[in-house]
């Protein structure tokens, strides 16, 4: 489901142990329409390619200098979106870090998008989704509340979201989990952005996150979550 859409960089950034990149990458980027598990934005496979790069360790844990370096890479590599399903609780030495490391990354012409968190607080005190220029990612559930564990996204300056509760991906070993939180909204945010950028590839930050908002759909907690992502209506008002 997932090696027609998989592009390695590094074969030591290809083994995961943990499960969670896999399970991120086939929300982004799972081949559509083959019959098999789950399937991504992209109908006919010819929009978006995704790619690893591990910035933490077989426990899940990782320094900020870590991800930094894993951001700048991804940016010097050419993607398009850089997708960020991690996080921790931030200080104003981090945010400045992922300040300068966000906006390498958009010069370079990639669009920034991080997972809000899953401690029910203000994602305004987790980094890297508090860094300027960053859009970030509140979890609903199926009923578009948002989901228990999801930090809010008020005071984040792009914040927006995608479904979290119950969420069926690819994990290794040809095999298929269902999981919660930020992490897995995010990645929906990064595939349809992904191919709205290959639609557009100029489109900016600012660009894309204003018609995401404007294409979204109201939560039951639309100040605490953003609007939630419609992936048909933002194409749709792309390509008008």
Do not use: W
Request: aromatic letters at 6%; hydrophobic letters at 40%; glycine letters at 10%.
């Amino acid at each position: 489901d997932l090696t027609a859409s998989f592009k390695s960089l590094k074969s030591r950034h290809d083994n995961d142990p943990k499960g969670h990149g896999t399970y991120c990458a086939g929300i982004a980027a799972a081949v559509s329409n083959n019959g098999k598990g789950v399937a991504s934005f992209s109908q006919n496979n010819e929009f978006v390619k995704v790619t690893s790069i591990k910035v933490l360790n077989a426990m899940g844990m990782g320094s900020q200098k870590s991800i930094i370096d894993g951001i700048i890479q991804a940016a010097d590599s050419g993607a398009d979106v850089i997708s960020l399903s991690l996080g921790g609780r931030s200080n104003q030495s981090k945010q400045t870090a992922y300040k300068k490391a966000v906006k390498y990354a958009n010069k370079a012409g990639a669009i920034v998008v991080a997972a809000a968190g899953n401690s029910n607080r203000n994602a305004k005190e987790f980094a890297p989704v508090n860094a300027p220029g960053v859009i970030g990612v509140s979890a609903i559930d199926e009923e578009l509340n948002r989901a228990v564990f999801s930090n809010f996204v008020q005071d984040i300056d792009m914040g927006i979201a995608a479904p979290g509760v119950n969420i069926y991906s690819t994990i290794p070993g040809d095999k298929y989990a269902t999981l919660n939180g930020t992490s897995m909204a995010t990645p929906y945010v990064s595939g349809l952005i992904g191919l709205m950028k290959s639609i557009k590839p100029s489109l900016s930050t600012k660009e894309i996150y204003n018609i995401l908002s404007a294409s979204g759909k109201k939560t039951k907690n639309t100040k605490e979550t953003g609007k939630f992502i419609q992936p048909a209506e933002a194409i749709k008002m792309l390509t008008q």
